[in-house]
T-cell receptor, first 111, second 112 residues
């Protein structure tokens, strides 16, 4: 079983929609969760960083961690064409020495 | 501007010809890592470094070497590249073990 699993998409939504991106993970001991955004031909860019369970909000973005289900989510409100990118969930593993990534979900927000 | 700089951005080489991909960060970060990104496999860690002269293997270290002689630099060395090392490579750095990582813009390597 993979440590982190993510639906690859692609996901296409109209401008203004609420987007939900999700990952599941295997080890209940994981505590540090991140979401990265990667535009084409660019490096991943850190969007959200959460510790343990609960929600964290930053502008139009909300990260949610449900440790009981081993499920992490990223919600994007009022999605814009500039949000079109690949979104990667990542978890700190290996005693904090590495990020284990999902394979990424490709999102397209259409006008 | 705070950043991680990788060079070159693109590289085509032949099997067996030694090459080095450079990585430099200007944020005084302790932790640095190299990842490779492949379709369907995502990003996988090759090597990481916790500080100067302290490095360790990640998930896919075979065929790679690294060094950390200075805090800001973390080069990736392929002594004898093979076609299965054709990939997109990213260097990343973090202030601390539990910090978020800043990634470079990537190096697309093709080995023929």
């Amino acid at each position: 079983q993979k440590e982190v699993e993510q639906d690859p998409g692609p996901l296409s939504v109209p401008e203004g929609a609420i987007v939900s991106l999700n990952c599941t993970y295997s080890n209940s001991a994981f505590q540090y969760f991140m979401w990265y955004r990667q535009y084409s031909r660019k490096g991943p860019e850190l969007l959200m960083y959460t510790y343990s369970s609960g929600n964290k909000e930053d502008g139009r973005f909300t990260a949610q961690v449900d440790k009981s289900s081993k499920y992490i989510s990223l919600f994007i409100r009022d999605s814009q064409p500039s949000d079109s990118a690949t979104y990667l969930c990542a978890i700190l593993t290996g005693g904090g020495n590495k990020l284990t990534f999902g394979t990424g979900t490709q999102l397209k927000v259409e006008l | 501007e705070a950043q991680v700089t990788q060079n070159p951005r693109y590289l085509i080489t032949v099997t067996g010809k030694k090459l080095t991909v450079t990585c430099s960060q200007n944020m005084n970060h302790e932790y640095m890592s190299w990842y490779r990104q492949d379709p369907g496999l995502g990003l996988r860690q090759i090597y990481y470094s916790m500080n100067v002269e302290v490095t360790d293997k990640g998930d896919v270290p075979e065929g790679y070497k690294v060094s950390r002689k200075e805090k800001r630099n973390f080069p990736l060395i392929l002594e004898s590249p093979s076609p299965n090392q054709t990939s997109l490579y990213f260097c990343a750095s973090s202030l601390s073990r539990l910090g978020g990582y800043t990634f470079g813009s990537g190096t697309r390597l093709t080995v023929v």
